[in-house]
């Protein structure tokens, strides 16, 4: 039974990563990386490890996504 | 006597999983099907929080008083200081865009 | 506990769609902050379902970062024609 949610949460990661990559504005895609993230930190809590969940909490879905933002902010696309 | 009770318990955590599934299955639907982006606020907002509401009080029937109950009392306590913030702040953000709504008159009714 | 899990992973897919084909940007950013929730709450469920109490503190991790998120990205995201 865990195995049909793990799945489906690694087809919603595929999902999530392809329209990351292939959209074309530029805040669409970095408004989509905090939910890449997020899936993944429920990918490592499943996988039994709470310490790579926790980073992965922290950097993947708060700081790199901020330094992101505050980056195509200061740039001219 | 004291063998009801964790079935007692049980029952309770079930009601609310249910309320709480019937309420965020609600909101992913009201954000697909509402026309205008003030009225997916209101999806987005309240309905979503009912939700996480019942979900954590299921949780907290589920195990009773002692140290855990009181880390989700407090992470329910800071979901429901800084959901209602976020979405203030989202709402703000959309002075920028001069989106109008569209008004209804009572012509397009008669239709 | 597991079809609860699996219901809530399924109502996110659905309100995927809404960030896959927002008319503007801050559609996307509520149908964000509602899957950020969602999976907040799957995060709180998979640690009942485990019985690994050490998993609420990822939950409450998941949640200061979710807010500084959208407090950031409100803020900071670029409003095209205003330079």
Sequence with gaps: MINIVFYLLLLFLIITAFFMVFTKDLSNSVITLPLFGAILVIIFVILQAPGVALAGAIMTAGLTTAFFVITINKTEY | ?111 | MLYVILAIILSAILAFYRVFKGPSLPDRLVAMNSIGVMFLLVLVLLSYYFERKIFLDVALVYGISLFINVLIMAKYLKIPWKG
């Design chain 2, 1 to 111: 006597m004291i063998d009801f009770l964790p079935s007692i318990r049980q029952l309770f955590a079930f009601v609310f999983f249910i309320t709480g599934i019937y309420f965020l299955l609600s909101t992913a639907v009201g954000l697909i099907r509402f026309p205008n982006l003030y009225t997916r606020l209101h999806a987005g907002s309240k309905c979503l929080m009912a939700g996480g509401i019942s979900v954590f009080m299921g949780c907290i029937a589920l195990e009773g008083i002692s140290f855990v109950s009181l880390k989700l009392i407090i992470i329910l306590a800071f979901l429901l200081i800084t959901n209602p913030i976020a979405i203030h702040v989202i709402a703000k953000f959309d002075n920028n865009y001069n989106l109008i709504p569209k008004v209804y008159t009572k012509e397009d009714f008669e239709k």
